[in-house]
């Protein structure tokens, strides 16, 4: 097992595609929170510094798809297989790679949005506030919710096997379908995978924000669903690559 | 289970199918298919292009998965060895290849999922001769090195077997020499190599045995001396000054003759047959010579009528 996961880390880095991923999420993080830092009134929290990695969740999800989708599309997926007749191994080794990069990635995508919003507000009239409660939710709650787009992503990848497919279908997923839904059914949004997991990195909770907030599931057992949901996607994804020629 | 892996290890014969069939939608593609593959032989798996080769190739690496019968590999099947690149080095198209990933960070991740050392990357490499490429993406590559990528990904773990599909195809005549003359090195250091070509005169060279399919079912499994010899067609060329009085002779022997310009084309007759009705006729021949089928004459009535996609008319005359 251990051979497999160097093997797909290895794959991991060395294609054009993830790289460019990485930058742009970067990008997105650093320019969101810059954005944000010219666009707040006098006081900026963290999750204003945050919203751009919120925002890079979207190339999480992307990656996730990839990461599984273009070993298909180039049937570098017969090598593969051929060398690790075992495809359950593969795909798990694939599965905990992408959960490692997804967790370094936002960690460093959070210091990296952080540290570009402290600069900013340096030299605006703006005060970073990056303490008090809920601070630790954001923090730990956005490794969660990048994590969890990225099982679901690779989800979608193992169902789908086609990149371009998988990428549209998660696109389209979270902004059209969930978002048109939002609008007809405000109380079923605690059921969708993403929009549903809003609590789970929120620096204040749905329910503290007024009689009109939508409800939510709790921060836990949000993630926990969303996660249940991503899982059995991979499972679905599992046998389908299982039990289907290579 | 000692005594059992040593009897594997001694039985000769590497790559074992039983009774392989795989159907795709209402299409039998492989057709209870059972053959072997000596140890330590070049084995030629040939038929005509649809017949099924790559299909089979695929089943016995576990790739497709059959709808009845399975493969072994030194007695294991393919789901049960640890580190498989050891023991069987593969190479079924050599465009299953990322185009932005280098040529050695390919191989590299391939030998990493078998524990193979990094060193043994830049051994295959200068072993195929892509040292100086290695660095680049493999985006770039011709056919040609494409293909000399995947033999090197093949020998990664110095496999006793390698299997590879149509490795000439599509190759320029120095691509095709050189693989020619890689195959030649690596049975020459006593690997069992199972190499598939719908062309036997690519085959007829190197192989030792043959695995002939068409339509998905096994045609003969030969070498190429039998192959030709038993083909049946062989005819024999008789020649001497009385055309007539041999042509009664040898047709009233039971012979059946066509003519061949000035000569007799007999069939049914083995020369020393026909030499004593010469002789007990006293006809006087100037020559009589068995001729044996062509290899692709031999090839083309075994498979006839097995091809997927068949010329009408006198393109199927061969030149």
Redesign the interface.
Known sequence: MI??M???W??FR????TVVLMVLAVVLAVGVAVLAGFLVDSTMRIDDALAGVQVASLLILVLGVQIVG?EYR???I?????????RGRVILAKLVVLCVVTTVASVALMALSVLSAWLVTRFQDVRLVLSGPGVGRVIIGTVVVLVIHAILGFGVGCIVRQPIAGIVIVLVWVTVIEGILIGLLPEAVKWFPIAGMTNVNALVLQRDRGPDAVELLGPVAAALYSASIACALVAIGWLRIR???? | MRATDRRIRNDSRVIRSEGLTKRFGGRTAVDDLTFEVRSGTVTGFLGPNGAGKSTTMRMIMGLDVPDAGGSTLNGRRIHDLDTPMREVGVLLDAGYLHPTRRAHHHLWALAASNGIPRSRVDEVLALVGLTEVADQRVGKFSLGMKQRLGIAAALLGDPSIIILDEPANGLDPEGVHWIRTFLSYLAGQGRTVFVSSHLLSEMALMADDLVIIGGGRLIAETDVRSLTANAGGGSVIVRGPDRIGLRRAITGAGGEVADEGDALAVVGMDAAAIGRVAHEAQLELHELAPRSTSLEDAFLQLTAGAQEYRTAGPAEEPS
Do not use: C, G, L, N
């Not at chain 1, 060395?14 to 595609?17: G, P, W």
């Not at chain 1, 017969?78 to 075992?86: I, L, Q, V, W």
């Not at chain 1, 039990?243 to 290579?246: G, I, L």
């Open positions: 051979h497999q160097r093997s797909e290895i794959k060395t294609v054009r595609s273009q180039f049937a570098t017969r090598p593969t297989f051929s060398a690790t007749p075992r039990t289907s020629d290579a």
